[in-house]
């Protein structure tokens, strides 16, 4: 049964920064391809940044540069360096893992590449 456990949200200030983690059980987390999304209240949930077993990343626009997506294969850990946070970064955020390689990369994004969801963490930002 895979599970997975994310962790590491909280309140922080505008500037402020912080690590997410997701760890992933029960799934064959080198082969494939995870993800973190979010989702604000009235909001639909978007994608964030992603890695696929290649290792090539992709992040949203609204992202690129102050975020950072990693994985430690050893820990079976996904993680999201959250930097320089902005209010509307301010979401549950979501691990997710895909059963699939993802190699195209353009899939990396979408939530339908994804078939196994964690709980979330939330992440407020104050101004």
């Known amino acids: 049964q895979v599970q997975l456990t994310e962790s590491g949200g909280g309140s922080v200030e505008s500037g402020g920064s912080l690590r997410l983690s997701c760890a992933a059980s029960?799934?064959?987390?080198?082969?494939?391809?995870m993800g973190w999304f979010r989702q604000a209240p009235g909001k639909e949930r978007e994608g964030v940044a992603a890695?696929?077993?290649?290792?090539?990343?992709r992040y949203a626009g609204s992202v690129n540069g102050r975020f950072t997506v990693s994985k430690d294969d050893n820990l079976n850990t996904l993680y999201l360096q959250m930097n320089s946070l902005k209010p509307e970064d301010a979401a549950m955020y979501y691990c997710?893992?895909?059963?699939?390689?993802?190699?195209?990369?353009?899939?990396?994004?979408?939530?339908?590449?994804?078939?196994?969801w964690g709980q979330g963490t939330q992440v407020t930002v104050s101004s």
């Open positions: 997710a893992a895909s059963s699939g390689s993802c190699l195209n990369s353009f899939l990396l994004l979408l939530p339908t590449t994804y078939n196994y």
């Open positions: 890695v696929n077993r290649g290792g090539s990343t």
């Open positions: 029960g799934y064959r987390y080198s082969s494939n391809c």
